[in-house]
């Protein structure tokens, strides 16, 4: 049998308010919904489909009286049409952003780095200016300096700055329904951008973290999370040239598997996938290679 949903759950998901729905059925014959014993509204998938359709589709502008008419796979062409739009509009926009860091930053021009971060921090969800702003300048900079384009002082300014800027953003700790996390980096691993990255990201998504910095020796970090009792642990796992990702995680989770009291998921960032050994308390190892894959963990969560 197919599903059925009652008028609030289709508000629900589109984000329509009810009356609203009712007058697109009055008013456009939008919808046609079975009515149960009690007179009230039953709608299909098709319905639900439809609805959300016809939300995203008002949402960019059209009115709902042009759309009535629609069918449901004209409704998802046209969806479809301004979402390649869109998409081509914010890479255009985004790799123009691009090019002019790029450019004052090859010309030492830190003010306007800075005031330039600032300003798409403040005009930028948090989700947005990590993902289409800070990621993509950063690996374009370091491909810059692994070219010799740029040097590696270029490189340590552009952190610097992105660090004071991540710094602003505040998020706090809520209690939502997803287990605590512990954020923190191996012994000698001291790429700490990473796991600041990693920290915020998880908050956008009202995960409460426990961030613990960089450079933890496993026993040290095994014994917070037996006294925090995070039942996931992010390692931030990026080699650098003061730590060997390949060399130098199996050991140390080994070591800090031995010392953990109860069983724990960890989720490694900026590593690949390895013959890992089953462990006693680490049930699970998650590879995450970017965090584009790991914002899609995130959202998958909810």
Known sequence: MS???????IS???GVLPHTLRAWESRYSVFNPERDEKGKRI???????????????????????????????ELKSLSSDIQKFSTNSHEQNDHQI??????????????????????????????NFILRTILPIMREVGIMVSNGKYSVTQEHIMSTIVRDQLSQITLQNIDGKLNHVAIATPDGNLH????????????????????LGA??????????????????IILGSVTS??????KSIVPYLDEMDRSLALKVTVILGG????????????????????????????????
């Open 271 to 302: 590593g690949f996938d390895m013959n890992f050994p089953a462990f006693k308390k680490i049930e699970k190892v998650i590879v995450m290679p970017t965090f584009e894959e790991f914002d899609k963990y995130l959202e998958n969560l909810l």
């Open 241 to 246: 040239d003061s730590w060997d990702y390949k």
């Open 98 to 127: 691009s090019s002019k860091l790029l450019k004052h930053l090859e010309l030492y021009e830190i003010e306007k780095v800075t005031n330039e971060l600032q300003y798409l921090r403040q005009s930028s969800s948090t989700k």
């Open 3 to 9: 599903k059925k949903y009652n008028i609030s759950v």
């Open 12 to 14: 629900k998901s589109c």
């Open 43 to 73: 709608y299909s998938e098709s319905d639900l489909h439809k609805a959300n359709l016809l939300a995203s589709l008002v949402g960019a502008g059209h009115t709902i009286s042009s759309l009535a008419t629609y069918t449901i796979k």
């Open 215 to 232: 450079s933890h020796p496993a026993t040290c970090l095994a014994e917070a999370i037996n006294i925090l009792k995070t039942p996931i």
């Open 192 to 211: 700490e951008l990473s796991i600041i990255i990693a920290n915020i990201l998880c908050r956008s998504y009202k995960v409460t973290t426990r961030y």
